[in-house]
């Protein structure tokens, strides 16, 4: 089957036009983000804000003139609204800015944000920073819940950098029978989605913020999950447009922060976790990753990024403390090869503390979800 090309995308949609300004969506201007790989396309078209929710005809035409092309195996098109800048909210002179305050301890999420149709909980895997191994953390407590006996799936919510495809040795393309959902790819009997099933491995996303959110909105409204006891999100690292889109999107059952046990890893650790608090996230707690090394030779340790900090930090800001995962090639060879400890060597140390954290997260929801466990903290920047 012949590759669609870009300009046959283009002049399809060509077809496609905005009801209110009496030209088609192209010429306007409004399309942005084209991406095809396989036959499959994603999109995005830039409406105003205020016309967002009117815009939604347009969404599905545009995706049913791209549907008609041949060699199109399935195709996505998310609306993004972006506002224009306004002024700074200013402070009174002599003080710096504050930011709002802190849900108080024990408020409810917002009742009106529905989970995704068959999915129990979803929890956020997330990083103040990148580079302290969240997704390879990720991925393991995942399929540490799975060997458990729950369903579990894995949303790869890191649109610049998706890793799950590679991590959960998964190829290929999702299927799509009515060309409007997707199905997701599955492995290790856990389901997967990530936008790196969608575009060649080294293809940059060059996309602004509201292509992310619409992005992470679609892989979460169209994608056939079905029943799932959890729903795993590998966050992208920092506290941006991912993180604010996934905590207004869905109430999401908890936050887990990763981080190694150094000061500045530490620090921005705190800032995820405050991030999240302060959009009514309950964290369920931290996990010290590259804690410690032990040399496969002597067995000598050292604990080349300090160690013990996130425990300390857990204890501080009076969350769970999950456990703590060495430094260990046998996890990074594993993770890369696509084939995680947990299910390459299930008996190893390693997949033991993963499948141990993966309980103290199963039991953490089981608590909250009948309310036994503890009111998220409340934390407050000075």
Known sequence: MAQVSDQEI??????????DRDADIVNLGMVSGLAVKDGNVAFAIEVDPERGDRLEPVRKAAEDAVMGLAGVVSVSAVLTAERPPGPAPQSPPGQAARPAPAPAAGAEPEAQKPLVPGVDAIIAVASGKGGVGKSTVAVNLALGMAAAGHKIGVLDADIYGPSMPRMMGISGRPASPDGKVLIPMENYGVKCMSIGFLV???TPMIWRGPMVMGALQQMLRDVKWGELDVLVVDMPPGTGDAQLTMAQSVPLAGAILVSTPQDIALLDARRGLNMFQRVNVPILGIIENMSYFNCPNCGHRTEIFSHGGARAEAEKLGVDFLGEVPLDVAI??????????????????????????????????AARKTGAGKAPPRIVIQ
Do not use: Q
């Open 10 to 19: 283009l002049e399809a949609l060509k077809g496609v036009r905005d009801p």
């Open 200 to 202: 060649a491995e080294d």
């Open 332 to 365: 990074r060879e594993t993770s890369d090869g696509g084939r995680p400890i947990v299910v390459s060597d299930p008996e190893s140390d390693n997949a033991k503390r993963f499948r141990a954290i993966a309980d103290k997260v199963w039991d953490l929801l």
